[in-house]
């Protein structure tokens, strides 16, 4: 006896009971053993691929509810073959099960793209040193991703509608009045608009990536999440600012990490004339030769300016990260104020006048105080 003729039995066994009562029973049935069946399938695919690589696991419990949500449609499409039911509940029967199986379309495309783009990046690490590739792929990806999704939940809405006759039959009078319909909505969705074509553009030039060192705003900090309409800036301090994308297409931004992670940083100190240029660029040589900070690609200590009491001397160190870059800075800040604290203290800033002073005998200053 096969499944379809047990079902017949059910159906004939409950004669006493009115159509749509024998109806719903048979629709729980066929739900609650389509349920029954996809948890032992379910069951015994997730034990056999347990072993097997990330992918493997990673699409089989990425597609649990898709391949749940199929098992019922057929269920209830099985169990609509058999039930009593009469012609208008059969049309409406169909026209959800029509709508639930574009749903699974749409359900399945968004998994599917989910899986090939968690595939591909699979293949870039944003926590390398150099990792402008990687960050380039994640980006572009990820908001390509967000467009597709878009696009997806679009075509599924519009197949759904098209589904009911209203719909297909007034088409016509709707693409008429597009034009008139469509200046509205662009002006009504502007923003949103502006700011969906806004990724579009930066997935495609990619002025601003995935983890890439930007100044906005006067605020430093990384990007930490591009969405379809807004970026989410991470800064040094932990707080987060919130960006409309098209802020990236129409203003003006730095961005350290561009090309390369790579930065030269500068340390810029004052001094007074009688410091010792020469043994002052021996130590920081020295200094950056000892830390694993320095990539060993740039140093160069000059003295860039004169002041009233002071000279300027400008200190370059390159490093391979934006992050590297900033504690490198501190270490030479600190470690050539202490070493010219210690051997050479005359280096440091005076006022003229006092020092002057200072060196003037006592016997001088109390005639020039009498007189």
């Known amino acids: 006896m096969t499944l379809h003729d047990i079902f017949i039995a059910i159906g004939g066994s409950l004669d006493f009971l009115p159509n749509w009562l024998i109806s719903l029973i048979l629709f729980a049935l066929a739900v609650a053993l389509g349920v029954l069946v996809h948890r032992i399938a379910f069951a015994i695919v997730t034990r ?209 990490t561009r090309e390369e992670s790579a930065l030269i940083g500068t340390v810029m100190i004052y001094l007074d004339y009688r410091a010792p240029v020469a043994t002052i660029r021996e130590k920081v040589a020295e200094i950056a030769r000892a830390t694993p900070l320095w990539d060993g690609r740039v140093l160069a200590v000059q003295v860039t300016d004169f002041r009233q009491n002071t000279m300027e001397l400008r200190i370059l160190a390159s490093a391979r990260t934006s992050p590297r870059v900033f504690d490198l800075r501190c270490e030479v800040r600190e470690k050539l104020v202490d070493f010219l604290q210690r051997e050479h203290p005359e280096s440091l800033p005076v006022i003229r006048a006092e020092a002057d002073t200072a060196r003037e005998p006592a016997a001088t200053r109390a005639l020039a105080s009498a007189g």
């Open 48 to 256: 056999i691929v347990a072993r097997m690589d990330l992918f493997w696991r990673s699409l089989v419990s990425r597609t649990h509810g898709p391949t749940r949500f199929a098992v019922i449609i057929v269920a209830l499409g099985f169990a609509a073959s058999v039930s009593p039911l009469t012609s208008g509940q059969a049309e409406f029967l169909k026209l959800v099960l029509l709508i639930a199986f574009i749903a699974l379309l749409g359900w399945i495309a968004k998994t599917a793209l989910h899986i090939w783009t968690t595939v591909y990046l699979r293949r870039f690490k944003l926590d390398a040193d150099d990792n402008l590739l990687a960050r380039k792929h994640v980006t572009q990806t990820r908001i390509l991703r967000r467009v597709a999704e878009l696009i997806i939940l679009l075509l599924t809405i519009a197949a759904v509608l098209m589904s009911f006759d209203g719909v297909r039959q007034y088409g016509v009078s709707l693409l008429a009045s597009a034009g008139a319909a469509g200046i509205v909505a662009g002006l009504a969705l502007q923003p949103v608009l502006k700011n969906v074509f806004a990724g579009i553009q930066l997935a495609v030039t990619q002025p601003i990536r995935i983890d890439d060192a930007l100044l906005v705003e006067g605020e430093w900090g990384n990007v930490e999440e591009i969405t379809s309409t807004y970026v989410v800036l991470r800064l040094w301090d932990w707080r987060r600012l919130i960006l409309p994308l098209s802020y990236f297409i129409e203003k003006p931004f730095q961005n350290w």
